[in-house]
């Protein structure tokens, strides 16, 4: 979601996989195990990514060869972990000589949320694989994200090159370059020094740490000694959090599914239409039924406890035929809320034939309830909840105004709004709400603090028989 969480460079995480108890295979020893690691393709099949070291005579392997995954938040990544006994040389796991030891499947979203996990190893009739089991553990691998913060006592122009495997490349360029300036452009360099950062770290723990400069072209005099000094008075490194971090680190997402997100007004279509947003095709599906299977897919691996308030709005409630701005939906087992998304599905089927399709389209009631729970998160010690709150819609808002206020004293709230819109109607309202150029801004004209919506379309994003939040 490109502004509902922090924007990274690629995510990486680190796998690291053990198993105990394996079943033994052998007669004269025991099991040589090896896992193989297989990544679940768009075109439904199990690409092979890598495999670990086969250890000999071992029934609980602790593997040292890690596996490196390119991580992406809006796509459900499903992984399965094979193990299996390695007889003889072939690489082909099918070859009869190797032994099947069992495997798991689970999405990366599952390992990055609960950073380690531990199951039973299956076999491929879905058996327990004896007392088998594997543990995954995830780790994010950080790159570049961290800065180094130099507080300089002089002037001079400044540029930073670290050292890669294809040579010396820019790595931070000051204000200020390390250059005589000269309005044409055409900067004389004055000199150059080379530092690891550990040397520019001790700056300011005792003393500046200096470094000589040193131009290649004068080194050739006699009686040149050095182009300068540069003088680091402090360096210090500041940690840049990626939404990984947070997530590895404890973060829960309290997905709210629904909230005016499942809209039941008129402009929908009669359901029992097939030309109707809430129509059931034979198949079981609608587009409000794809779009929260879409998103809710993705971002149930985030929340451990599984459990999803779904709300409604617009529609008239029988017997009395009042229309609820904001209607709870859930009637399952006389609970507040759902489990998994297929509770949150099942909620929305039964109450759509309960119902009368209404109106009017208002947003705000169901981000201040939202609002306040995001508030409440404000005065824990710890940031360990953010809130994503759902909202699927088929067309106009009706309390613009009343909205943009909502949002706006929202956006300094651990919370995020994802508008998905359903069918093919002017979409402008929320578009705006979006304001992808600028901060939104409330009909008083008070800016928000950050951007925390984003509208899909979902017409233009939907992708058949593969969950994904790729549009957001």
């Keep these: 979601m490109s502004r509902c969480f922090p924007p990274n460079l690629v995510t990486k995480v680190e796998l690291t996989i053990s198993c105990e108890n394996l079943m033994d295979m052998d007669f004269f020893s025991k ?17 092979e990514l890598g495999r670990t070291e086969t250890i000999q005579n071992c029934l609980n392997p602790k593997f040292s060869k890690k596996f490196v995954v390119d991580y992406y938040f809006e796509t459900v990544q499903r ?4 193990v299996y006994d390695i007889d003889n040389d072939s690489h ?6 190797h032994d099947f030891l069992g495997e798991f ?3 990366l979203g599952q390992i990055v949320s609960n950073r380690q996990m531990t199951q039973p190893l299956l076999l491929t009739n879905k058996e327990p694989a004896g007392r088998g089991t594997i543990t995954v553990s995830g780790l994010h691998i950080t790159n570049l994200g961290s800065f180094v913060q130099f507080l300089r006592s002089c002037d001079p122009f400044l540029e930073f090159y670290k050292k890669s495997e294809s040579g010396w490349q820019l790595a931070h360029r000051t204000e200020v370059k390390c250059y005589d300036h000269y309005v044409n452009g055409s900067h004389e360099l004055i000199g150059t020094f080379k530092a690891s950062l550990a040397e520019m770290l001790h700056a300011g723990c005792t003393f500046p740490a200096e470094f000589q400069c040193f131009n290649e072209q004068k080194l050739r005099k006699g009686n040149y000694k050095n182009s300068g000094v540069i003088c680091i008075r402090r360096c210090q490194m500041e940690k840049v ?3 990984l971090d947070y997530i590895l680190g404890g973060c829960q997402i309290n997905f709210t599914v629904g909230s005016i997100a499942i809209d039941f007004t008129q402009s929908n279509g009669v359901p ?5 947003l809430h129509y059931t095709s034979p198949e079981g599906f609608n587009e409000y039924l794809h779009a929260i299977w879409a998103v809710g897919h993705v971002v149930q691996d985030y929340n451990r406890t599984k459990m999803f308030p779904v709300f409604g709005f617009g529609a008239q409630i029988p017997p009395s035929s009042e229309v609820n701005i904001l209607l709870f939906l859930l009637n399952i087992g006389g609970t507040l809320q759902n489990k998994g998304i297929e509770g949150v599905v099942q909620a929305y089927q039964q109450c759509l034939p309960c119902v009368e399709l209404w109106g009017p389209t208002n947003l705000s009631p169901i ?6 729970f995001a508030r409440q998160a404000l005065h824990q010690n710890l940031a360990a909840e953010y809130f994503v709150l759902l909202i699927i819609t088929d067309g106009i ?3 613009m105004d009343q909205t943009r206020r909502a949002i706006v004293k929202a956006s300094h709230l651990p919370m995020s709004i994802i508008i998905v819109g359903v069918g093919a109607a002017d979409f402008r309202a929320m578009e705006f709400l979006d304001s992808d150029d600028h901060l939104l801004r409330s009909p008083s004209g008070k800016a928000a603090t950050r951007d925390i919506v984003q509208f899909v379309p979902f017409r233009k994003f939907q992708v058949s028989n593969s969950p994904s939040l790729s549009g957001l």
């Design 367 to 372: 981000i201040k309830h939202v609002s306040c």
């Design 105 to 107: 499947e689970c999405t």
């Design 397 to 399: 808002v009706s309390d």
């Design 31 to 47: 099991s040589d195990p090896v896992c193989a690691l297989f990544l679940y393709t768009p075109d439904s099949i199990w690409y």
């Design 92 to 97: 082909d796991l099918n070859d009869c000589d």
């Design 272 to 276: 029992s239409s097939p030309n109707s």
């Design 241 to 243: 959090y990626s939404f």
């Design 79 to 82: 992984l399965k972990f094979s």
